[in-house]
């Protein structure tokens, strides 16, 4: 075993070693890129904590960083609860993500099992052309077609609708990720062994027998895949919920109300000439660390998902 070693590295190219470097450098440009954005935030979120205790931050019931000048003013250390945030969040991407999984799942199913071969070549550009429409022309939908939809329905029958609401952003956010499952869980299905659907047909299933109970079950880790990375981009809009759903802190689950996101106050905090040794301003790295540890939190539970189903399978 050392021998056939040593006899490859000598029979070696001289430009694989380069290429290989150049491999190893590229993976531990991505590692360090990442360990800098974590020790940035956890840095500046310390800095914060020192400032506003983790219990208020966490479990606070009020949104208010709009601190004052001066010490003798009304409202001076402001009010940094981030419950309302997290609510306003999770709230607008359960409302994309419940419109976006079955519409994204039945497209890919349709054009994967039983749309021609002129359908496919039609439908599946057509899905891929809404996932590089910019996210502010979704908010211009939404703010100009959907919410008004919304508000005229909600008053025929007695509703009363906000102008900015939750569920209008949560739609037109739902429309925006169609693509991105659609098109990964088609991939996925397509890379089922097409033996598995001949062997369940020969075995008498019916066609949709065969999707339901084989076809499915087999691509079933790739399209967790595809619904996790449809909700990490959900949670991480920010264009569609500022211009459909305002910037309201609101702690409701009311979905014809308005409400805010973490990625929103992000980016209010950070706008404009700012001093970073407020807690207003450090605030908005605290929260991106919180939706940082989310999001990891979400991608480890999607993996040990993956996990068991592919056990289960195997």
Partial sequence: MDNAGIVSRRTRRPGESLVLLVLLLSALVAVAVTLGIIFSLALETWQFFQKVPVGEFLFGLKWSPQTAIRTDQVAASGSFGAVPLITGTLLISTIAMAVATPLGLASAIYLSEYAGARARALIKPLLEILAGIPTVVYGFFAALIIAPVLRAAGTGIGLQVASESALAAGLAMGIMIVPVISSLSDDMINAVPQTLRDASLGMGATRSETIRKVVLPAALPGIAGSLLLAAS?????????????????NLTVNPLAAVTTVTVQIVALLTGDQEFDSAKTLSAFALGMLLFLVTLALNVIAQKIVKHFREQYD
């Fill in 233 to 249: 981009r959900a949670i991480g809009e920010t264009m569609i919920v500022v211009m459909a759903a305002g910037m309201a802190a």
